[in-house]
């Protein structure tokens, strides 16, 4: 089966990676809808993009850490769509500090996003996916979370439980036609990472046996890959798309 009447469903799909990945996505399916935080004209922006696809394109507003809210913009989607085939889990916040000084509730709100938002939405999906016997689901995690990183407490710590995440969910699923992967990018260039000073920037270059930042095209070919399927024996792995910084 081709991916062509396939619906994708991509969180933070409104900039950055996350919009290169619906726009890779579009390539496929014939149905691409994406959540975003907070900015409705990046996200109608992206949505016009994938509408110049000639995919059916719709971009909801929802904070994946609230469980509530994710599951209402999933019913939203899934009555104008249809079921959910394609789940990427891409929303993503850091909060950064050393650890003593990092208070609780950044380290909180970092998890609540980053980690719990992609239960939220695995759960919203769950059903669909045991009832279709087909599906995909990627979560985009960090190298952050396999080597840890000064100042990243939380956000390092969300990253590795999306890996635990990732594992479990694909076991539970693996005999019922559906595939769970994660990728750890490196440093990509995005606003995430435009946010970051000049001399931080320069050193995680220098980190990168590449020597340059990744690109959300860089992502966005792994994701769609993940994402097809061709790639159907492959669940549970954990693919670093870093410019070789880990391993
Ligand atoms: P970005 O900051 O450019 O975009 C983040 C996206 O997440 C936006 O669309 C935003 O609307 C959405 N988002 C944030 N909080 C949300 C919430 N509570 N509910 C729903 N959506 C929310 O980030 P970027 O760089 O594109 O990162 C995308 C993912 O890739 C994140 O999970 C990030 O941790 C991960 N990543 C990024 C790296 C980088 O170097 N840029 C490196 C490793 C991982």
């Known amino acids: 089966m081709s991916l062509e009447q396939k619906t994708a469903l991509v969180t933070g799909g409104s900039r950055g990676i996350g919009r290169e990945i619906a726009l890779s996505l579009a390539d496929n399916c014939a149905q691409v809808a994406i959540l975003y935080a907070g900015r409705k004209d990046a996200a109608d922006e992206t949505v016009r993009e994938l509408e110049k696809k000639n995919v059916k394109a719709m971009a909801v507003q929802c904070d994946v850490s609230d469980d509530a809210a994710v599951q209402a913009a999933f019913k939203q989607v899934k009555d104008a769509f249809g079921p959910i085939d394609i789940l990427v889990n891409n929303a993503g916040i850091t909060k950064d500090m050393l650890t003593l000084r990092m208070s609780a509730e950044d380290f909180a709100k970092v998890i609540a996003v980053n980690l719990n938002g992609a239960f939220h939405t695995i759960k919203a999906c769950y059903r669909d996916f045991l009832k279709l016997g087909w599906g995909r689901i990627l979560n985009i ?98 693919l670093q798309v870093d410019g070789g910084m880990y391993m």
Request: charged letters at 15%.
């Open 141 to 238: 995690s960090s190298v952050s979370g396999l080597m840890g990183n000064p100042g990243q407490a939380n956000y390092a710590s969300s990253k590795a439980g999306l890996i635990g995440l990732t594992k479990t969910v694909a076991r539970e699923l693996a005999n019922r036609g559906v595939t769970v992967n994660a990728i750890c990018p490196g440093f990509i260039e995005t606003d995430m990472t435009g946010a970051m000073n000049e001399e931080v920037l320069s050193k995680a270059v220098a980190a990168v046996p590449m020597s340059r930042l990744g690109t959300p095209k860089d992502i966005a070919k792994a994701a769609a890959f993940l994402c097809s399927e061709d790639a159907g024996y492959i669940t549970g792995a954990v």
